[in-house]
């Protein structure tokens, strides 16, 4: 572990690990919105899942240490794992429902 670094414990460092994250990812520090809404018309694959699970992580590694800097990237993995899921299912629902008209 890098130097001295806290655990995630307030709701000001969760606040810091979104708006950071959003910000490095969209260049926009006011960002506001549901992101799956804006996936869902992308080709959005696994390798964009592991892209961003990798970019998260690390952050968390260079801002914090500790047991809920851990729970935390977890957590990111499991949210990125079902949200890549229901992008995948509500695609191919869109592609079967164009098929059919």
């Keep these: 572990m890098k130097g001295n670094r806290n655990d995630i414990s307030t709701k000001d460092d969760v606040k810091f690990i979104v708006d950071t994250f959003y910000e490095k990812v969209n260049n926009d520090d006011n960002y506001k919105g549901s992101p799956f809404t804006k996936h869902l018309g992308l080709p959005v694959d696994t390798r964009h899942f592991e892209h961003w699970i990798d970019i998260f992580c ?44």
Excluded: W
């Design 58 to 101: 690390r952050n968390i590694d260079v801002h914090f240490a500790g047991e809920m800097a851990e729970q935390t990237k977890l957590r990111a993995k499991a949210i990125a794992m079902t949200f890549e899921s229901k992008l995948k299912y509500l695609q191919n629902q869109q592609y079967e429902n164009s098929s059919i008209s």
